[in-house]
């Protein structure tokens, strides 16, 4: 694992990844600067297809080895968000065995969302207000997307109270509409990082963000 492989590895992985963030570096290596542009959310992401392919290419062009069934588990667990891609490729990377396989590609996504939460959805989740959070709260209680009614309901606030809170969430596009009624986390793996800070501080409830 030379610097000349790392180099073409990562070369080769810059000309597929889309991102707003410096090409040029590996996610963990990010400026403060360039990794607030990375924590922009970003619906438009690439498809599992493409981030399969990009992980396949520069991993074959740096010479290394990581089998089909750990490629898609990356290409999966990346959601096509461009930040996530560069962290979990460059902890594939530091693996120190001749072949990767989808056991050190489960340490490589489990170290990459560490510093996702800590770099991108702790000072975006702690800047809001209480009240905010406390929206995101009761949204992470859902599987999937949320029935704002439902979520109003949960923070024992009107509609017309819980919509202030709603539209500026959608404006700083840190939750969108997924359908009539319904919202979404935009950016990738938002629900587990909420319920994970909730257990962690408040017990797993959100009623104490009202006190």
Do not use: C, Q
């Amino acid at each position: 694992m030379t610097d000349e492989s790392r180099a073409v590895f990562l070369e080769t992985l810059d000309e597929y990844v889309k991102s707003e963030a410096d090409e040029t570096l590996p996610a963990a290596d990010l400026p403060a600067a360039a990794r607030k542009r990375a924590g922009r959310p970003d619906r438009g992401g690439m498809r599992a297809e493409e981030v399969r392919f990009a992980l396949a290419e520069a991993f074959e062009a740096a010479g290394r080895v990581i089998t089909p069934e750990a490629i898609t588990r990356a290409a999966n667990s990346s959601a096509g968000y461009p930040y996530l891609i560069r962290l979990i490729a460059h902890y594939l990377w530091r693996v120190k065995k001749d072949l990767i396989d989808v056991t050190e590609t489960d340490k490589a996504i489990f170290l990459a969302k560490i510093e996702l939460f800590k770099n991108i959805h702790d000072p975006l989740f702690w800047g809001l207000s209480s009240k905010d959070r406390f929206f995101l709260w009761a949204m992470s209680k859902d599987e999937f997307d949320s029935e704002f009614g439902e979520i109003a309901k949960r923070m024992g606030v009107s509609t017309g109270y819980a919509s202030k809170y709603r539209e500026r969430l959608l404006n700083v596009e840190l939750i969108y509409a997924s359908a009539y009624g319904r919202l979404a986390f935009t950016l990738p793996y938002m629900r587990e990082y909420v319920g994970k800070e909730y257990i962690e501080r408040f017990g797993g409830e959100g009623g104490k963000e009202r006190e």
